[in-house]
């Protein structure tokens, strides 16, 4: 794909998520998001054919930029209580910015096929895997006391994924993120970190 097909596609992706936030999915049109992205419908078609291949690939997107998220965060953290707190306050962040895209998931239940779902299974693996291996690297300089790392990762995704969940729900409260996030990590550490550290 060239860079203007790429910037096209990038273009169309951001206004579907704005015209299915606000619309959600069963009354969004292909017209109003082509409306929205500046193009003529024809177009995106030539990038998808159809409205719920749209969303799918909305959401492929969403997820694939928080796994991008995740591995810059593994990259550039290296002690755990560092990676921790900018894991969770940077997936809060995440959550909220695309809190509509949840709700439509929890709500109005878009059709998904069998593929985007074996995609999703692949980058759910993906993501518990980078944090396995952090996890592990903190486990061997001492930062933890010795616990299943593939336990302790799954139940940070857990906590991450609940609070998301609770961004939902409380959409019409806000939620001092940092404060959130500092909470959750305390409380993690406090269950995972070595009694010397």
Known sequence: MSREAGDKRRQILAAAATVFADRGFHQARIADIAAAAGVGKGTIYEYFSSKKELFQQLLVHIFHTYLEHLRRVCREEASLEGFLRRLIGESLEHFQ?????????????????????????????????????HL?????????????????????TSFITALGYQLFFYKNQEMNLAALSTGVTDLILRGIRDSGG
Do not use: C, W, Y
Not at 115 to 123: D, L
Not at 139 to 144: H, I, T
């Open 97 to 133: 910015a695309h809190r509509e895209i949840t709700r439509i998931l929890l709500s109005e239940h878009p059709p998904v096929d069998a593929a985007t779902q074996q995609i999703f299974f692949r980058m759910e693996q993906e993501k518990l895997q980078h944090l396995q291996n």
């Open 136 to 156: 592990q690297a903190a486990l061997e300089r001492g930062e933890m006391r010795p616990v299943p790392v593939d336990l302790a990762a799954i139940m940070i």
